[in-house]
């Protein structure tokens, strides 16, 4: 199983809502990271998680919350997000945090606030 | 710091023809790179990797991307484009030492006329 699954596949909420996004994957991968990809443009990286610490947080608004249960998944927490946080959330996964490792990407969820 | 800067934002070329998609970084370290392929809502699928071992890499689907440290370039080719070879592609780098953070080109879209 080489896959990194994401649920839902698509999402709409209001500005006062609170969501998650959930992302799975069963290949034993100790990283597993949240990305933000806008139309037309690269994905960002949002967190970053090694063995299920986390390590790495680019500076993003609380009312993006990530946690790790266990090393299968990954959730993010939604809160009072705005319009501009409409995009498709990317998660991934990797053996470990070193640089010449490989990510498996999920098939991302398309969020909607409005 | 690190960095990939892909010159072309668009390529576009006939089913059948050799695709080039071009990508330079700039790496203070021994660089890792990456080629992905993103089909339209789609999340990112891994074609190949250069990890510093031989500097020419075979990926899937008939691509191949060879290292040139004299240049610092990574450029991916295909010798006949098909038309499911149309998507967005990004080249990616993550350098030895350090914390582990990918930096993403922007991306070129590979558009395949018949």
């Known amino acids: 199983d080489t896959e990194v699954t994401q649920t839902p596949k698509h999402l709409v909420m209001g500005m006062t809502n609170k969501k998650s996004l959930k992302c799975e994957q069963h290949?034993?991968?100790?990283?597993m990271y949240w990305y933000k990809q806008k139309a037309k443009k690269p994905p960002e990286l949002m967190f970053v998680?090694?063995?299920?610490?986390?390590?790495i947080n680019e500076s993003v608004p609380s009312r993006f919350s990530p946690e790790c249960p266990n090393s299968s998944l990954l959730n993010l927490h939604l809160h009072a997000l705005q319009p501009e946080d409409s995009a498709l959330y990317l998660c991934?996964?990797?053996?470990?945090?070193?640089?010449?490792?490989?990510?498996?990407f999920g098939q991302g969820t398309r969020l909607t606030v409005v | 710091a690190q960095s990939v800067t892909q010159l072309d934002s668009h390529v576009s070329v006939s089913e059948g023809t050799p695709v080039l998609l071009r990508c330079n970084y700039s790496?203070?370290?021994?660089?890792?790179l990456f080629w992905y392929v993103q089909h339209p809502n789609k999340g990112l699928q891994l074609l190949l990797k250069?990890?510093?071992?031989?500097?020419l890499v075979k990926g899937i689907n008939g691509f191949e991307a060879e290292f040139k440290k004299s240049e610092t370039s990574f450029h991916l080719t295909k010798p006949s484009a098909h038309m499911s070879d149309a998507a967005e592609y990004f080249c990616?780098?993550?350098?030895?030492?350090?914390?582990?953070?990918?930096?993403f080109g922007r991306g070129t879209s590979l558009i395949v006329h018949p």
């Open positions: 991934a996964s990797s053996q470990e945090t070193r640089v010449n490792t490989e990510a498996f």
């Open positions: 290949m034993g991968h100790r990283a």
């Open positions: 998680y090694s063995y299920e610490k986390l390590s």
């Open positions: 790496s203070s370290y021994s660089p890792s």
């Open positions: 250069y990890t510093s071992a031989a500097t």
């Open positions: 990616v780098v993550t350098l030895s030492g350090g914390s582990y953070i990918p930096t």
